[in-house]
C-alpha cells in the first residue's frame, strides 16, 4: 500500500512564502513523476508543478518564476516552494505521483489528503 502525506501549508501573508513538503510511502519500487495540484472552493482542480525522476519541471503559467518545484534526494519526497504567494493562490495543494509498485507491475496515480494553504491580503 502506498501513501502520500504533504504537509507545509498555513496562512500567510502576501507577498509571503511557504514550503510545501510530501512524502511518499509504502510499497515503492519506483517513482516516475510527482507533481503539486491546488483547487481552490467552487473550481476545479488545477495543476502548479510536476517534475519527472530525471528532475526536468514543468510549471503552470501562474507558478512560473514564483513557485519552484524540487525531489528529494531519496526520490521519494518533492516539494514546492512557493515565493510572492497572493490571494489567488489560496487552495487545497494536493501531492502526487506516479509509483510502481512492484517490479514489473504497471503504476499508479496517488494522491495525498491535501494541504490547505491561505494567503491573506
Known amino acids: 500500500q502506498v501513501q502520500l502525506v504533504e504537509s507545509g501549508g498555513g496562512l500567510v501573508q502576501a507577498g509571503g512564502s511557504l514550503r510545501l513538503s510530501c512524502a511518499a510511502s509504502?510499497?515503492?519500487?519506483?517513482?516516475?513523476?510527482m507533481g503539486w495540484y491546488r483547487q481552490a472552493p467552487g473550481k476545479q482542480r488545477e495543476l502548479v508543478a510536476t517534475i519527472r525522476s530525471g528532475g526536468i519541471p514543468n510549471y503552470a503559467e501562474s507558478a512560473k518564476g514564483r513557485f519552484t518545484i524540487s525531489r528529494g534526494n531519496d526520490k521519494n519526497t518533492v516539494y514546492l516552494q512557493m515565493n510572492s504567494l497572493n490571494p489567488e493562490d489560496t487552495a487545497a495543494y494536493y501531492c502526487?505521483?506516479?509509483?510502481?509498485?512492484?517490479?514489473?507491475?504497471?503504476?499508479?496515480?496517488?494522491w495525498g489528503p491535501g494541504t490547505q494553504v491561505t494567503v491573506s491580503s
Open positions: 509504502g510499497s515503492i519500487f519506483s517513482i516516475n513523476a
Open positions: 502526487n505521483a506516479d509509483i510502481r509498485p512492484r517490479l514489473g507491475s504497471p503504476t499508479s496515480v496517488y
